[in-house]
């Protein structure tokens, strides 16, 4: 048995209009073809579909059935026809993993030129542990990977490593720092309140060494996961904190803070980590053009 769905469409507008007459009105048919094919769908079907109550017909509990799976049919139809319709869904879904150690200022403006491409582009971004992604990755779940290292090398996982750019750090602070660092830069440093990024970060072990080497022990007061809340911690006078020097100007005016001093031989490296030897999807070509060419320029 196969379901006849013009049989069906007429079967849906008499139980949702309660009579034959409204719905040939409804179809620009006549009444007596209504009730033909009607009687057809019944029949093809093996089961009453309705019953008569005066003038109106009343569904029987198996109209009641069908009319369920009828309404999520022609549901789920018209809702094929509004997309068909939508600009965004010709857009190509552009899939990117952003590792959560990664700052949201890079990111973001590392990604943004894939939104600026003649075809639409839409984007879909995900943020999590580099593992996780990766293994997303692996299964074609993702078509990039924001990071802050390459890929590890025990993982099997096939992908390759693009490096997009790096930035030398700078240290940030409320206003009110300048006052209480004393001295030249970086012994200033020394006994001062510090944050510093999770043991996630590739640049922690970085900033930790550069500290030591030159003799600077500052006063730990936080740790942070999320470099936006470290900097807002940062923003609020808690504590000095390092950050990407490429952001310099970024930073202070969306944290009305100052930079006091860059720590030049501290690396803070961006890599696109993808499935592809040599880039080739559009968005990820644009994606590390415009970061090697603008972002990470200098």
């Known amino acids: 048995m196969s379901l006849n769905y013009k049989h069906l469409r007429y079967f849906w507008m008499v139980a949702r209009t309660g009579t034959i007459a409204r719905a040939a009105e409804q179809l620009h048919l006549t009444p007596q073809s209504i009730s033909g094919q009607l009687s057809e769908f019944g029949e093809s079907l093996g089961v009453e579909l309705f019953r008569k109550s005066g003038r109106t017909l009343e ?21 094929l026809l509004e997309a068909l319709h939508d600009e965004s869904a010709h857009a190509t879904r552009f899939l990117v993993g952003c590792a959560d150690s990664v700052s949201k200022l890079v990111a973001s403006q590392v990604i943004t ?26 299964v074609h779940r993702l078509d990039l990977i924001i990071a802050d290292r390459p890929m590890p090398p025990h993982l099997s996982v096939r992908g390759y490593n693009h490096l997009l750019g790096e930035s030398a750090l700078k240290v940030f602070g409320a206003p009110a720092f300048r006052s209480r660092l004393k001295g030249p830069f970086p012994q ?3 006994k001062m309140p510090m944050l510093l990024p999770g043991e996630d970060y590739a640049s922690r072990p970085r900033v930790l060494k550069w500290l030591e080497d030159h003799g600077v022990r500052p006063r730990i007061v936080g740790e942070f996961d999320d470099s936006a809340m470290m900097k807002a911690f940062g923003q609020a006078g808690v504590g000095l904190f390092f950050a990407p020097a490429v952001l310099a100007d970024h930073i202070c005016r969306q944290y009305e803070v100052e930079a006091f001093g860059e720590a030049s031989d501290v690396m803070d490296q961006v890599y696109a980590i993808t499935t592809e030897r040599r880039l080739s999807h559009p968005a990820t070509i644009a994606i590390s053009q415009e970061a090697r060419k603008h972002l990470f320029a200098a």
Do not use: K, M, N, W
């Open 113 to 138: 030129p894939a939104l600026t491409l003649p075809q639409p582009v839409r984007l879909v971004c995900r943020e999590g542990r580099l593992a996780t992604l990766l293994g997303e990755l692996a």
């Open 59 to 79: 569904l029987t509990e198996a109209g009641s059935r069908v009319l369920t799976y009828a309404d999520t049919i022609f549901r789920t139809g018209d809702e």
């Open 188 to 190: 200033c440093l020394d």
